[in-house]
């Protein structure tokens, strides 16, 4: 436990991983100041975080991450010993029908970042400039191997292709300016709060309403699951224990099909709604592919785990439970969420 007191800036803290690091930061570390910078995006969602709040540990701050003279002054003015940067446009449909938003806040949101951290930070001593990356940045990999931390950069969509950007800026600070920084690409995340957009989120919502589970070509692409308590927690491990100029690969071990984790998915979400389990397939919809659909992604975490001593808590069929649980149990967050123009476009897109 590090009982230095710290003032930490969480960017993009209001988001789907943001809140749940925001919610282990203040609650694990009292004698911490967390700052939650965010824009408030149609991802960002201060519902997320009512239970930490009004907590004396914790303070929101609205604001926008390429807003230079903004951001310059909040370095000046709060000091901040740390900053762990999750802010981004992080869904990858929206990054082919809008590449500019993915390099106006991936990667000049980044750089404007560090160059006032650079510039606040009289000695880079005890400080940190922590960026949460992604697993996408390496490509998309073959029926067999796993991505490891020197696996060579291949993005292959413009959001993977915004986040390496952002990455080798963030490495590039360290080796010109001996900035202090670690990074960790993990891959993809399952859980409470994220903005159903995403596969897991969208399809509960979309079983929950009967509506059709638009899959993408032929449903065999692989994703490496990971339950976001998790993620939040190798994320707090790697900030107090990295190695600073180091990189962390985060997964659990955990490959799907989609097919195969849309037919979990349905059997669970119906037995959890009383329905007769295996009547939810039903809906499922093969739609046109996502263009550069990446085939497969799996992480070999080995560093994070021998190095950092971290490993997943829980097994994907428990965390899918759970998961599904609380979506069905959170309807007005639910509500809220899929109102307005979500509603417009989501439950319109695919309807025959
Ligand atoms: P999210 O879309 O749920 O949240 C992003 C947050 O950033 C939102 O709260 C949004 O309001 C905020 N934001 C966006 N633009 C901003 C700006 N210009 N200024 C300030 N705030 C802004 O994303 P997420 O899924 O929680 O992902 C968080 C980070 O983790 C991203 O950097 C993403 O690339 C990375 N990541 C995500 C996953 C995943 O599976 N979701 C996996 C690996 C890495
Ligand atoms: O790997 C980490 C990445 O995981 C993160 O960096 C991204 O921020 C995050 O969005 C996620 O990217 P994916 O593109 O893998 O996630 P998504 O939930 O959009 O899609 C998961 C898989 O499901 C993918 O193969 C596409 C497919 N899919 C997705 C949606 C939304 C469908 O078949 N139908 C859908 O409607």
Redesign the pocket.
């Known amino acids: 436990m590090d009982h230095k007191q710290r003032k930490i800036l969480i960017t993009g803290g209001a988001g789907f991983i943001g809140s749940h690091l925001v919610r282990l930061m203040v609650n694990k570390y009292p004698h911490y100041h967390i700052y939650n910078l965010d824009k408030l995006t149609y991802a960002g969602n201060l519902e997320n975080l009512t239970d930490v709040e009004s907590l004396p540990n914790y303070t929101f701050i609205k604001g926008d991450i390429t807003d230079t003279a903004f951001i310059t002054e909040l370095f000046a003015s709060h000091q901040f010993d740390g900053v762990i940067h999750l802010a981004?446009e992080?869904?990858?449909?929206r990054s082919i029908a809008n590449p500019t938003a993915f390099v106006e806040t991936n990667v000049l949101g980044t750089v404007v970042l560090l160059n006032a951290a650079k510039n606040c930070w009289k000695s880079f001593d005890d400080k940190l400039f922590y960026h949460v990356?992604?697993?996408?940045v390496y490509g998309s990999l073959g029926e067999t191997g796993f991505f490891v931390e020197d696996t060579p950069y291949d993005p292959r969509?413009p959001?993977?292709a915004a986040?390496a950007s952002s990455d080798h800026f963030v490495r590039a600070y360290h080796h010109t300016y001996g900035f202090p920084m670690v990074i960790s690409n993990?891959?993809?995340?399952y859980g409470a709060y994220q903005f159903p957009?995403?596969?897991?989120p969208?399809?509960i919502n979309n079983i929950k309403n009967e509506k059709p589970?638009?899959?993408?070509?032929d449903?065999k692409?692989?994703?490496?699951w990971l339950w976001v308590v998790d993620h939040a927690r190798a994320i707090d491990m790697v900030y107090h224990n990295g190695k600073h100029g180091e990189t962390y690969n985060v997964g659990g071990k955990n490959e799907w099909k989609?097919m195969d984790?849309?037919h979990l998915l349905c059997d669970v979400a119906d037995e959890e709604l009383g329905r007769e389990v295996g009547s939810s397939r039903s809906l499922i919809t093969f739609?046109k592919d996502?263009p550069g659909?990446?085939r497969r992604?799996a992480i070999d975490a080995t560093k994070l785990e021998t190095e950092i001593g971290w490993k997943a808590s829980i097994t994907f069929k428990e965390g899918l439970r759970d998961t599904i649980k609380w979506y069905l149990s959170n309807e007005e967050w639910l509500t809220n969420v899929t109102s307005g123009a979500y509603k417009e476009y989501y439950q319109n897109q695919?309807q025959s």
Not at 197 to 200: A, C, D, G, H, P
């Open positions: 981004a992080s869904h990858v449909d990356s992604t697993d996408e969509s959001y993977s986040k993990c891959s993809n995340n957009e995403k596969l897991i969208l399809f589970l638009p899959v993408y070509g449903g692409y692989t994703r490496d989609n984790l849309i739609v996502r659909h990446d992604y695919y």
